[in-house]
């Protein structure tokens, strides 16, 4: 190696970390110079989202399965945890991680026996969790308050510092995100990340290899079963009334559209894919109307041109021309 | 050190394998034969467990496998390669080799995520040796391409490296020089010779009769399901079963 491969070879063995302090930072500044509470309610938003996709993503991207069905995961956190402070006075922050804890059960019943399944069949069945689960928070009025919604859920609070501004929740909902993300990317460059990769790219290989390929499905699913309740817990902290809608199919499929929009096996394409869903109804008011249809081309566009997602599938190219072209030099 | 003892597959009532008996004795290059459709893919798949013996005993180093699931298998030391590539065409030709050492990575989804130091520095180990085995099979300057561009060549000798990188007690090659020309089988042929010499124990199954006659030390023939005949190379070239089975068959079809 000679003094410039090595440069290169530094920065590339670091990149992650230096993405990491580059974003902290960025975010760190950010209600400095950005105050209006609507656009910080906004990126808060994006924050919630990017929990629930990247653990999707560790499940769908980078294992290799699918589900349309981490709404109702969602919705367990968010109902969970108002229950669980309103009824039960539980205090918020033992109530999260309680409900996060009770839903990887949940997640762990549900995901044994389904996760035998594979393809359009594990589709079929978590989407059909998800129903299950949202007729009930639609029926069950009078724990959930039915159709009409859940109000009155307290702020989160340290102390009695309370996060009840949007300039506040968007230091702890973003720290969280950020632990998340560090997590997420720590476990996709672990031995487990391989074999989760290994798992995606084939079953029988990566069985060959010594992945536990049931084992390692259940853990990715209750794994990321439990980011999307902590995101669901910091959801109904942040608003303090949650309905049932936030919790449908619909939700499900947009958290799917997220991963795919993003990328595919991509930690940093889930806060992309999060942050451009989130923010499109913003850019144009007919998008509110028309959300569905948008989405769902949006969807078929990027499978029909990028399969592997916006950004895995444009970086993928890259590497690919790039390899090529080192190939090509290397042949003359 | 592999015992095949009395294995019988069938599917739906249709006899795939049966009564198959033989040993891999350590250390040594036992080579598995047969025509097409002869049993040699199942007999494999029932070795590492992808598919379940109907009948018999599989004992390695006396245990008994048959019927233990795949991961378990290749845990206790038996790496394979595939007849039809499979290898990660989107992940580098590095992590590919360092999917061999999986079960080396440590298991824990918790440690992982925490990535503490004892972790990062076994993780630079794995990687010492995953670039020590790329280097064996001639593959360092490509560590970093994604694995899909590899030509057809560079990937069969990607998945041998894959397959060796955790030193396994038992290598099982299914077709290692399936669809290679003859200077690139040569190639394989010393690097399987190279292998034999650092000590592996290994199970070919090959089409290639050139190859196997001058690497395998003892050659096990499948016909139909059965096992026809087992002995040196000398003894199968001259053996009138194998022949039959063989040549018996082209004069039938001619």
Same mark, same amino acid.
């Given at each position: 190696?000679?003094?410039?491969?090595?440069?290169?070879?530094?920065?590339?063995?670091?990149?992650?970390?230096?993405?990491?302090?580059?974003?902290?930072l960025?975010?760190?500044?950010?209600?400095?110079?950005?105050q209006?509470?609507?656009?910080?309610?906004?990126?808060?938003?994006?924050?919630?989202?990017?929990?629930?996709?990247?653990?999707?993503?560790?499940f769908?991207?980078?294992?290799?399965?699918?589900?349309?069905?981490?709404?109702?995961?969602?919705?367990?956190?968010?109902?969970?945890?108002?229950?669980?402070?309103?009824y039960?006075?539980?205090?918020?922050?033992?109530?999260l991680?309680?409900?996060?804890?009770l839903?990887?059960?949940?997640?762990?019943v549900?995901?044994?026996?389904?996760?035998r399944?594979?393809?359009?069949?594990?589709?079929?069945?978590t989407?059909?969790?998800?129903?299950?689960?949202?007729? #009930?928070?639609?029926?069950?009025?009078?724990?959930?308050?039915?159709?009409?919604?859940?109000?009155?859920?307290?702020?989160?609070? #340290?102390?009695?510092?309370?996060?009840?501004?949007?300039?506040?929740?968007?230091?702890?909902i973003?720290?969280?995100?950020?632990?998340?993300?560090l997590?997420?990317l720590?476990l996709?460059?672990?031995g487990?990340?391989?074999?989760?990769a290994?798992?995606a790219?084939?079953?029988?290989?990566?069985?060959?290899?010594?992945?536990?390929?049931?084992?390692?499905?259940?853990?990715?699913?209750?794994?990321?079963a439990?980011?999307?309740?902590?995101?669901?817990?910091?959801?109904?902290?942040?608003?303090?009334?949650?309905?049932?809608?936030?919790?449908?199919?619909?939700?499900?499929?947009?958290?799917?559209?997220?991963?795919?929009?993003?990328?595919?096996?991509s930690?940093?394409?889930?806060l992309?894919g999060?942050?451009?869903?989130?923010?499109?109804?913003?850019?144009?008011?007919?998008?509110?109307?028309?959300?569905?249809?948008?989405?769902?081309? #949006?969807?078929?566009?990027?499978?029909?041109?990028?399969?592997?997602?916006?950004v895995?599938?444009?970086?993928?190219?890259?590497?690919?021309?790039?390899?090529?072209?080192?190939?090509h030099?290397?042949?003359h | 050190m592999?015992?095949?003892?009395?294995? +019988?597959?069938?599917?739906?009532?249709?006899?795939a394998?049966s009564?198959?008996?033989?040993?891999?004795?350590?250390?040594?290059l036992?080579a598995?034969?047969?025509p097409?459709?002869?049993?040699?893919?199942t007999?494999?798949?029932?070795?590492?467990?992808?598919?379940?013996?109907?009948?018999?005993?599989?004992?390695f180093?006396?245990?008994? /496998?048959?019927?233990?699931?795949?991961?378990?298998?290749?845990? /206790?030391?038996?790496?394979?390669?595939?007849?039809?590539l499979?290898?990660?065409?989107?992940?580098s030709?590095?992590?590919?080799v360092?999917?061999?050492?999986?079960?080396?990575?440590?298991?824990?989804m918790?440690?992982?995520?925490m990535?503490?130091?004892?972790?990062?520095?076994?993780?630079?180990?794995?990687?010492?040796?995953a670039?020590?085995?790329?280097?064996r099979?001639?593959?360092?300057?490509?560590?970093?391409?994604p694995?899909?561009?590899l030509?057809?060549?560079?990937?069969?000798?990607?998945?041998?490296?894959?397959?060796?990188?955790?030193?396994?007690?038992?290598?099982?090659?299914?077709?290692?020089?399936?669809?290679?020309?003859?200077?690139?089988?040569a190639?394989?042929g010393?690097q399987?010779?190279?292998?034999? +010499?650092s000590?592996?124990?290994?199970?070919?199954?090959?089409?290639?009769m050139?190859?196997?006659?001058?690497?395998?030390? +003892?050659v096990?023939v499948?016909d139909?399901?059965?096992c026809?005949?087992?002995?040196?190379?000398?003894?199968?070239?001259?053996?009138p079963?194998v022949?039959?089975?063989?040549l018996?068959?082209?004069?039938?079809?001619?």
């Amino acid at each position: 190696m000679n003094n410039k491969e090595r440069i290169i070879y530094f920065i590339s063995l670091h990149r992650t970390g230096l993405w990491v302090i580059v974003l902290s930072l960025i975010l760190l500044l950010y209600p400095l110079f950005e105050q209006n509470p609507y656009t910080l309610g906004l990126t808060n938003l994006i924050a919630i989202n990017a929990i629930v996709v990247l653990g999707l993503n560790l499940f769908i991207g980078y294992s290799g399965q699918i589900s349309l069905g981490h709404a109702a995961f969602f919705g367990l956190g968010a109902y969970g945890s108002a229950v669980a402070t309103v009824y039960f006075s539980v205090p918020a922050w033992p109530a999260l991680i309680l409900v996060a804890a009770l839903v990887s059960l949940v997640a762990l019943v549900i995901g044994i026996p389904i996760l035998r399944l594979s393809g359009h069949y594990l589709a079929m069945a978590t989407l059909g969790m998800n129903f299950v689960f949202h007729t #009930i928070l639609l029926q069950w009025d009078e724990v959930t308050g039915g159709p009409s919604g859940f109000a009155g859920i307290p702020s989160l609070t #340290i102390g009695s510092f309370a996060f009840d501004n949007e300039v506040r929740l968007h230091y702890l909902i973003w720290s969280v995100t950020l632990l998340c993300l560090l997590l997420c990317l720590n476990l996709v460059r672990s031995g487990v990340g391989r074999g989760m990769a290994a798992l995606a790219g084939d079953e029988v290989a990566a069985a060959a290899l010594g992945v536990n390929t049931r084992q390692t499905k259940v853990k990715v699913f209750v794994l990321s079963a439990v980011l999307a309740s902590v995101a669901g817990s910091l959801f109904a902290h942040t608003y303090t009334f949650i309905s049932p809608d936030s919790f449908d199919i619909f939700v499900a499929t947009d958290f799917v559209i997220m991963v795919v929009v993003g990328g595919m096996g991509s930690i940093w394409g889930s806060l992309f894919g999060a942050g451009l869903i989130s923010m499109l109804p913003e850019w144009m008011d007919l998008f509110q109307t028309y959300k569905d249809f948008v989405h769902g081309a #949006i969807l078929v566009l990027v499978l029909m041109f990028l399969p592997q997602g916006l950004v895995t599938g444009l970086i993928d190219n890259a590497r690919i021309r790039l390899a090529l072209r080192k190939r090509h030099h290397a042949e003359h | 050190m592999l015992n095949i003892d009395k294995i +019988s597959k069938n599917f739906g009532g249709l006899p795939a394998l049966s009564d198959v008996s033989f040993d891999v004795q350590k250390g040594r290059l036992t080579a598995l034969i047969g025509p097409n459709g002869a049993g040699k893919s199942t007999l494999i798949n029932c070795i590492t467990g992808v598919l379940m013996p109907s009948a018999g005993h599989i004992r390695f180093e006396n245990t008994e /496998i048959a019927g233990q699931p795949t991961h378990k298998i290749s845990r /206790i030391g038996i790496a394979r390669t595939f007849q039809n590539l499979k290898i990660f065409p989107r992940l580098s030709v590095l992590d590919n080799v360092l999917t061999g050492l999986t079960c080396e990575g440590g298991d824990s989804m918790l440690m992982a995520m925490m990535r503490l130091p004892y972790l990062r520095h076994r993780e630079r180990q794995l990687k010492l040796r995953a670039m020590a085995a790329l280097d064996r099979f001639q593959l360092t300057g490509k560590a970093s391409w994604p694995a899909g561009i590899l030509a057809y060549g560079d990937k069969k000798r990607l998945e041998l490296a894959r397959a060796t990188v955790g030193n396994p007690q038992l290598l099982l090659l299914d077709e290692p020089v399936a669809g290679l020309n003859s200077e690139e089988t040569a190639a394989v042929g010393h690097q399987l010779k190279q292998l034999r +010499s650092s000590g592996h124990t290994m199970l070919l199954v090959e089409h290639d009769m050139d190859l196997v006659m001058d690497i395998a030390d +003892s050659v096990v023939v499948l016909d139909s399901g059965r096992c026809i005949a087992v002995g040196t190379p000398d003894e199968i070239r001259t053996n009138p079963l194998v022949l039959e089975a063989y040549l018996g068959r082209i004069e039938a079809t001619a």
